[in-house]
């Protein structure tokens, strides 16, 4: 099957446009001889005039009155195509975002983010997945998420990660805790039960190796999968929770009855990312969301 000239489309909705073999020459930058002859060509693709002489002037044919509309927006339909991403207007886009992001992002940020979507892309909406241990670059890959956020880890070579913000782990417990009758050190650290956050249920992790080296051992009472979930069942007990700084004084600030202490141990800074394949790397909508919370997590 021959495939039909495009460029015809684009000559009879100027030609219908300005009713003017001369004129649509002028607006295609074309002779007019060279115009006359596309016109020709439309006319023996359609198997119909187009255009007729009326007087000193061309007026179009019921069938080319019939077509005017279907051609005008088979034209506009094809310019959207082949106009860059950059002139998209964002506002006007229904996207639905899968991201899946750690509670670490997810209550510091995301109300701020949806009130920013909200004013800048309205018929947008977001998909928080939950965090998973075991992710890799498969799921960026095969396009099950759109954006991931946590802490940084290897994703694969083609993956694309930009660096958000660092937080360190601090030590909370309930306001009036005996802890903090006197300087914490590492054996105080240890005469109280702790609170684990793992989606794995792990009860050990760094600072148990911190102090394994100094010959001490702390209790994990009780193992939850998220951070919010510990907060709550700190307030009524005597129970410690190490937590990343910046969630802990987001919870402070919320008003929960707690208090933060530093840590008598150094641990290792915690880099936190977003990542996402390459195909979006030009799409306007990803473009605006990486740059939306790349802008979020690095106001002061």
């Not at 099957?1 to 684009?10: A, G, Q, R, S, V």
Request: with cysteine; net charge neutral.
């Amino acid at each position: 099957m021959k495939m039909p000239d495009l460029n015809l489309l684009i000559a009879l909705d100027i030609l219908l446009e300005e009713g003017s073999v001369v004129g649509a020459a002028r607006k295609m930058n074309l002779s007019p001889a060279a115009m006359s002859r596309t016109l020709g060509r439309i006319r023996e693709t359609l198997k119909d005039p187009i255009l007729v002489p009326a007087g000193r002037k061309l007026v179009p044919t019921p069938r080319a009155l019939a077509l005017r509309e279907e051609v005008r927006l088979a034209v506009s339909q094809v310019k959207h195509l082949l106009t860059p991403d950059s002139a998209i207007d964002v506002s006007l886009l229904a996207r639905r975002f899968n991201v899946r992001a750690n509670d670490v992002f997810v209550g510091l940020y995301s109300g701020r983010l949806l009130e920013k979507m909200a004013l800048e892309m309205p018929l947008a909406s977001l998909y928080f997945s939950a965090e998973e241990d075991n992710v890799d670059g498969d799921v960026l890959r095969r396009g099950n998420v759109d954006l991931y956020i946590s802490a940084s880890r290897p994703l694969g070579a083609e993956i694309r990660v930009q660096p958000l913000f660092t937080t360190s782990f601090v030590g909370i417990a309930r306001e009036g805790h005996p802890i903090f009758d006197n300087p914490i050190s590492m054996e105080s650290l240890t005469q109280w039960e702790h609170i684990g956050v793992s989606r794995r249920g792990k009860f050990s992790g760094p600072i148990d190796d911190a102090l394994a080296e100094a010959g001490l051992q702390r209790k994990v009472a009780l193992v939850v999968s998220t951070p919010f979930t510990a907060l709550f069942a700190l307030q009524d007990s005597d129970l410690l929770l190490p937590l990343p700084e910046h969630l802990a004084r987001h919870a402070q600030a919320a008003g929960l009855r707690i208090r933060l202490f530093q840590l008598p141990i150094a641990l290792q800074t915690v880099l936190f990312t977003q990542a996402w394949h390459p195909r979006f790397q030009q799409d306007p909508a990803h473009q605006w969301l990486r740059r939306t919370i790349h802008s979020l997590c690095n106001i002061d």
